[in-house]
Nanobody
């Protein structure tokens, strides 16, 4: 079992920045079947969507809507994944969730989420 705890959300003006953190209870990448960690978000009335992922090997993937503005990174020594969010827009407003992903089945563990609100 892996516990994930997100932090760093809050209220920010458009154009501002936030950094989200996701602390894992264990070294996710030491678990063979887990090969990536990700950030997803869910806005009111919408489905949860992928924001970014990072693999055990350090490869990253971003949704088109955040590419060039958000950066995902990880600190293996701290069992923590980060999401640096720059040039925030009101449409980035959502609850942001951290996940630990199975190589074939996608997200297997989820955090409880952290609210990000971007005011115009």
């Amino acid at each position: 079992q892996v516990q994930l705890v997100e932090s760093g959300g809050g209220l920010v003006q458009a154009g501002g920045s936030l950094r989200l953190s996701c602390a894992a209870s264990t070294s996710v990448f030491s678990i063979i079947r887990l090969n990536a960690m990700g950030w997803y978000r869910q806005a009111p009335g919408k489905q949860r969507e992928l924001v970014a992922t990072i693999t055990r090997g350090g490869s990253t993937n971003y949704s088109d809507s955040v590419k060039g503005r958000f950066i995902i990174s990880n600190d293996n020594a701290k069992n923590t994944v980060y999401l640096q969010m720059n040039s925030l827009k009101p449409e980035d407003t959502a609850v942001y969730y951290c996940s630990a992903n199975d190589a074939t089945r996608g997200p297997r563990y989820w955090g409880r989420g952290t609210q990000v609100t971007v005011s115009s």
